[in-house]
């Protein structure tokens, strides 16, 4: 039976600088909500944020100068900054987080990944922190301008290692 | 069906996941399935409660959140109307039912309105998250909006939100959107939601569901 929110998979990775979603986007599905639920970040010290790439119809990592994206950081503690860039590699700022246990999460909606003929577009929230472990929050427009077939999402450290689950859902 | 036919298998029977339902199944072999959240049925989306206020009163709380079953929280709440002017909605955690009243919450949202103005609204110590802006009590004047909250059941880790909120602003009637995170930054298990109007005031009207994302 059709409902709202459909779960499609989920993966994890223990220790890992970067975990990749794969197969998960199909004809099934226009939208995809991609859950970032279980973050736990390994560096000794400083801040790290998680970048967002997609793979191919073939499985691979699309690293090419496809992404552009428009990003707001907003800060509990200082003014708020804008990060807009093209032909980027990867959609840089998806959450960012500091010490152990202040890692937040992150809602992602996917637009047309299926689609050989369109662009596949996203945005995404993320509730995480900045300096001192304060509070900073992504909220976030992207796209990948390659009109080709998305089957899946990938997601690397800036640095270092994490602990990570993402969880994939269809909206119907 | 009897345990040396399980699943219509003899022997070795099936191992059972959602996606990944093999066998012939009788209905106490899905309820059995279901209570241990291995049978497939779509709609991860899954209601917990829903509230709603019609008359003043003090505030919403959700207290059986099922914060062990879900990482993430859903909850939308509409039509918002304090019983005085200017009023907006706030929301608190419960750690292990002890209300936090304290100035310890964190929120960092933009406010635009459709006038034009747009404005940072941020602080590292107040004593709630703030959800959206301040509401009028004209008739169709309201607010409405949508959280997400992060790590409620976790007691290793902060406790974070993210808001997308809309409404009417009181003063210059302004459409409003707010949108923006929170977090409490203290390492806790929070095991009930309260929805309220910071000065103390009391909510006129107010509808609210609270969803559990399955398998976050």
């Given amino acids: 039976m059709a409902t709202n929110l459909e ?25 995809y909500q991609v859950l970032i639920s279980k973050l736990n970040g390994l560096q000794a010290s400083g801040g790290r944020v998680v970048q967002t790439r997609f793979i191919d119809n073939v499985g691979s990592v699309i690293s090419a100068t496809e992404y552009d994206y428009a990003t707001l950081s907003m800060r509990s503690y200082d003014v708020f900054e804008q990060f807009k860039t093209t032909n980027a590699t990867d959609f840089l700022y998806t959450i960012r987080y500091e010490a152990a246990d202040t890692e937040g999460g992150v809602s992602m909606n ?34 990948h301008k390659s009109a080709e077939q998305i089957t899946g999402i990938h997601f690397f450290a800036s640095a270092d290692s994490f602990d990570l689950t993402v969880k994939v859902y269809g909206v119907k | 069906m009897a345990d040396d036919l399980k699943y219509g298998y003899k022997g070795a029977e099936p191992t059972q996941s959602f996606g990944n339902n093999t066998g012939v199944f009788d209905p106490n072999d899905i309820n059995n399935l279901i209570a241990d959240n291995k049978w497939t049925q779509y709609g991860q989306l899954e209601l917990i409660e829903t509230k709603s206020i019609t008359s003043s009163t003090a505030s919403m ?19 918002f109307q304090p019983v005085t002017s200017a009023d907006r909605l706030g929301l608190r955690f419960f750690e292990n039912g002890v209300e936090e009243t304290a100035s310890v919450y964190q929120y960092a949202n933009q406010s635009n309105k459709a006038s034009g103005a747009v404005a940072e609204v941020r602080t590292t110590a107040d004593n709630h998250i703030r959800l959206g802006i301040n509401v009028g009590t004209t008739t169709g004047n309201s607010d409405s909006g949508y959280i997400y909250c992060y790590n409620l059941g976790d007691s290793s880790k902060y406790s974070f939100t993210t808001i997308h909120t809309t409404g009417i602003y009181y003063s210059s009637s302004d459409f409003t959107m ?13 095991n009930q939601i309260k929805l309220f109007i910071p000065t103390g005031n009391n909510i006129a009207n107010l509808q609210a569901s609270l969803y559990g994302i399955r398998y976050s």
């Avoid at chain 1, 989920?10 to 939208?31: I, M």
């Avoid at chain 1, 047309?112 to 304060?134: C, I, K, L, V």
């Fill in chain 1, 7 to 31: 779960f499609i998979k989920s993966e994890t990775g223990t220790s890992v600088t970067s975990l990749s979603v794969t197969d998960c986007f199909s004809a099934d599905y226009d939208v």
């Fill in chain 1, 110 to 143: 996917i637009y047309n990944p299926n689609d050989s003929s369109s662009y596949t577009f996203a945005n995404w929230q993320s509730a995480g922190t900045g300096t001192s472990n304060r509070l900073l929050g992504y909220k976030s427009i992207g796209v």
């Fill in chain 2, 61 to 79: 709380i959700f207290s059986d959140i099922q914060e062990s079953t879900y990482n993430v929280h859903f909850l939308t709440y509409n039509n």
């Fill in chain 2, 178 to 190: 707010e949108f923006g995170s929170g977090v409490l930054p203290q390492a806790s298990t929070i």
